[in-house]
């Protein structure tokens, strides 16, 4: 790597806002020694034109000894992410390459056959006579052949030991502050009927602790491979065959991993086992340091790891099976105004399971105050579950308001989502798990609401086993961590302005909890919060069209009111005095 190139390989044709700074911090940062650095960049510092930055500085081939890893990879968890690398002309010289699912046969008969379901994939020794023209092959051989491929985490850990994606001398990993989660959802074996083609043959028994586990294991192992066998006789599969085919791999090759990690006493990973009521087992690992080794660690020489939410430098080594001493931090300021994001009290009393009941029509009278107030403007409110989600569209629809409200389930999810951000009107989007990867700038989106502290399910193993080891800081830091990223949602470029409205007491009580894990930009959020003057729901209601005692009187309100309310006679409180059109920051790039 020659982190000197680093201001030249920057692909932007200027330098917008603290860019320019954050290059040579990450230069020093690189040419001091160090094999990783964090580069804790928030919304609209530009992140994938750093990363792109910092992948340009990678060796090159012709510049290195034949057996020296050359080029550099982009990765991120997020696919939205992804696309909008992919959609961006600056970053045009990365090339992206996904999984075989995302890409159609060409051959005839079978152009809408996914290529994992393809001829080739179903027949033994299929000789493919257009493989040199396949989308998915040949997206791969480019990617495989320029200096910069770029992929979703999921494919660059699953490529992991492969011929074609082997070691390059630099990794890029944007939206990296989940990396140990997603590293533990990825290791993480699902046992079920869906999972296991061979669940009939070979059911899990009662799960007591890990050794049941670990014979079950060995078990299913030989069962699979049996199937493997019978399957690998024939000549030709069915679709449905080919699936159980890779799914079988997949499993023996989890399963496999689990025992041998398992077995491991030098292993830093602890497993822990959930069985559900359905009869399914869920085979988790703790701090899978080993897996990220295998699957990021041993692909490159030289990291950079970006995100707007690494809390704590050293917490994040520990999750990630990284030593801090060779680990750097950059720290690249915000340049949006602190007014354009303001934070708002309104907090009804505490969303736990206990007082929910109590508090959640308190939070949707609230919702319909809010929407009062921003009665032109579009909001998103994020319920954190399924169940609290369809409990406030309920009260919402007796409070006469839910013409404006739309929602989703696990089903309609994106189809909803889509179809709430193109529409015009000033719609309402309850929303679930959506904190993160939306970009919903300018109109898109004006204000939001935080039903519930985002702390992590005490139902699941692994986070019971946290807690009962003290890890108390980890536990307020991911929930912090997802209300930063939740209000990142609707501010996404220096003359953008959203409004965040906190519902639930415990995030008064998170933020003070998490105060020293806080970044200052975030902190000077919270200490300018304050409680708005709503209008009372009982002129709410009549606003909306519907009574206070839940009759609906209108129906839907007419969608054909002017845009322009919204920028001259803003509800979040900030004073359009001054034109942002104007403002000195206005220009900086918000890719964040
Ligand atoms: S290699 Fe040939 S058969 Fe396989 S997906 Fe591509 S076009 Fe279809």
Redesign the pocket.
């Known amino acids: 790597m020659d982190p000197s190139r680093i201001v030249e390989e920057f692909p932007a044709p200027s330098f917008r806002g603290a860019q320019r700074r954050a290059l040579e911090d990450i230069r020093a940062a690189f040419e001091a020694g160090n094999d990783v650095v964090l580069v804790r960049a928030p919304t609209g510092s530009g992140k994938s034109l750093l990363a792109r930055a910092v992948a340009g500085c990678a060796r090159r081939a012709g510049a290195a000894a034949p057996t020296e890893p050359v080029g550099a990879y982009y990765t991120t968890p997020q696919v939205s992410q992804l696309d909008d690398v992919a959609g961006d002309d600056l970053l045009e010289d990365l090339s992206v390459i996904r999984g075989k699912s995302n890409y159609d046969?060409?051959?005839p008969g079978?152009t809408d056959t996914p290529?994992d379901r393809?001829?080739?994939a179903r027949e033994r020794g299929?000789d493919?006579p257009?493989?040199h023209r396949?989308p998915?092959?040949s997206d791969r051989a480019i990617a495989s052949s320029r200096p910069v491929a770029a992929m979703t985490l999921a494919y660059f850990m699953r490529t992991a030991g492969s011929d074609v994606f082997g070691t390059r001398d630099v990794v890029v990993v944007d939206e990296a502050h989940g990396l140990a989660e997603w590293a533990e959802m990825y290791a993480t074996i699902e046992l079920s009927p869906s999972t296991v083609p061979v669940w009939d043959a070979c059911e899990p028994p009662d799960v007591a602790d890990l050794s049941d586990v670990e014979g079950y294991t060995e078990r299913l192992t030989t069962v699979c491979e049996r199937r493997q066998t019978e399957l690998r006789s024939k000549a030709e599969l069915s679709p449905a065959e080919v699936g159980e085919r890779d799914r079988l791999a997949e499993l023996v090759r989890e399963l496999e991993w689990f025992l041998e990690d398992l077995r491991d006493s030098d292993s830093p990973t602890t497993w822990v086992a959930d069985r559900r009521e359905t009869g399914a087992v869920t085979v988790k690992p703790l701090d899978p340091a080993r897996y990220l080794h295998h699957t990021v660690w041993d692909r490159g020489r030289r990291f950079a790891l970006l995100s707007a939410t690494i809390l704590d430098k050293a917490a994040f080594c520990r999750g990630a099976g990284l030593d801090p001493d060779d680990v750097a931090l950059v720290d690249v300021p915000h340049t949006f105004p602190v007014e354009h994001r303001p934070l708002y009290d309104v907090t009804q009393g505490k969303m736990t399971y206990e007082r929910r009941e109590e508090t959640l029509p308190a939070v949707a009278r609230t919702v319909v105050r809010l929407m009062a107030r921003h009665d032109d403007e579009k909001g998103l409110i994020h319920a954190h579950s399924y169940d609290i989600a369809d409990r406030l569209r309920d009260l919402l629809g007796e409070f006469g308001v839910g013409g404006r409200v739309r929602g989703h389930d696990s089903e309609t999810r994106d189809a909803a989502l889509a179809g709430w951000k193109r529409s015009d009107d000033p719609d309402v989007f309850v929303s679930v798990k959506m904190e993160e990867a939306l970009d919903l700038e300018g109109d898109r989106c004006r204000w939001q609401v935080l039903c519930k502290a985002p702390y992590p399910n005490t139902n699941d193993s692994r986070v019971a086993r946290r807690l009962e080891d003290g890890a108390w800081g980890w536990y307020y830091r991911t929930a912090l961590r997802t209300v930063i990223q939740a209000c990142g949602r609707v501010v996404r470029a220096p003359d953008d302005h959203g409004a965040t409205y906190l519902a639930d007491s415990s995030l008064l009580d998170l933020f003070e909890r998490a105060r020293g894990d806080t970044p200052d930009w975030f902190a000077a959020q919270v200490d300018r919060m304050e409680r708005p003057a709503l209008p009372s729901f009982e002129t709410a209601v009549d606003v909306a069209g519907g009574s206070a005692d839940g009759r609906e009187r209108g129906g839907r309100r007419s969608r054909s009111r002017s845009r322009s309310r919204s920028r001259s006679s803003r509800s979040d409180g900030i004073d359009d005095a001054d034109d942002l059109d104007d403002h000195p920051l206005s220009d900086v790039w918000g890719d964040g």
């Open positions: 046969c060409i051959l079978e290529v393809a001829p080739c299929f493919c257009v493989e396949c998915y092959f």
